[in-house]
């Protein structure tokens, strides 16, 4: 167990749809980081936030948003969803910023019809 | 050609082998993780390297920042080893991850 959770664990919904994604990191931890793992592209880095504030950007579409909130708990954000966008995402924590070691939560399983 | 090149893609072993998979990468960076993913999805760091080599009980990593190389070793192979191994690079607050290497051990 990382420390790390995750939730939902899976969820399914329809294209056009939005979705929220959460992410409670370690005890301690200030920065989360969000990937995406689909089946064609592999893992993705997202984004990341540390102690509130966006840290980076990677490849994050502009339908997708995210925020960190005072107790260091992370949300992502899918809106418009289409069916490109089924797979799994996962949050990661670290103590500062990077590179530091990374935990990784159990995933969120997301599924567009 | 991908930043951050895995090899070999598949990998097939007898239990007790010795087991390297290798990753390369074409941009410069401050780290390079590798990562376990497990059968049911789930992640865990095993390294985070920025120069030399690392041990952690059967496994070692090594890198090579001027041949922008790094391999992921496993003495003594065991089933439960299974698994997708994958390199991550980090630079400039950008994570780039290889394909990963798919690892099967067999008893």
């Known amino acids: 167990d990382s420390g790390v959770t995750q939730t939902p664990k899976h969820l399914i919904t329809a294209t056009g749809q939005r979705v929220t994604l959460r992410c409670s990191p370690r005890s301690g931890d200030l920065s989360v980081y969000w990937y995406q793992q689909s089946l064609d592209q592999g893992l993705q880095f997202l984004i990341q936030y540390y102690n509130g504030e966006e840290r980076a950007k990677g490849n994050i579409l502009e339908r997708f948003s995210a925020q960190q909130f005072p107790d260091l708990h992370s949300e992502l954000n899918l809106s418009s969803l289409e069916l490109g966008d089924s797979a799994l995402y996962f949050c990661?924590?670290?103590?500062?910023?990077?590179?530091?070691?990374?935990?990784f939560g159990p995933g969120t399983r997301l599924t567009v019809t | 050609k991908n930043e951050v090149e895995q090899s070999p893609q598949n990998l097939t072993a007898q239990e007790g082998e010795f087991i390297t998979i290798n990753c390369s990468y074409s941009?410069?960076?401050?780290?390079l993780h590798w990562l376990q993913q497990h059968p049911g999805g789930g992640i865990v760091s095993l390294f985070m390297l920025s120069s030399g080599k690392k041990k952690h009980g059967r496994l070692i990593a090594t890198i090579n920042i001027q041949e922008k190389h790094s391999s992921l070793h496993i003495t003594a192979s065991h089933p439960r080893d299974s698994a997708v191994y994958i390199c991550?690079?980090?630079?400039?607050?950008?994570?780039?991850f290889g394909a990963g290497t798919r690892l099967t051990v067999k008893p």
């Open positions: 990661a924590s670290s103590l500062g910023t990077a590179p530091y070691e990374q935990y």
């Open positions: 991550a690079v980090y630079n400039n607050n950008d994570m780039r």
């Open positions: 941009v410069g960076i401050s780290a």
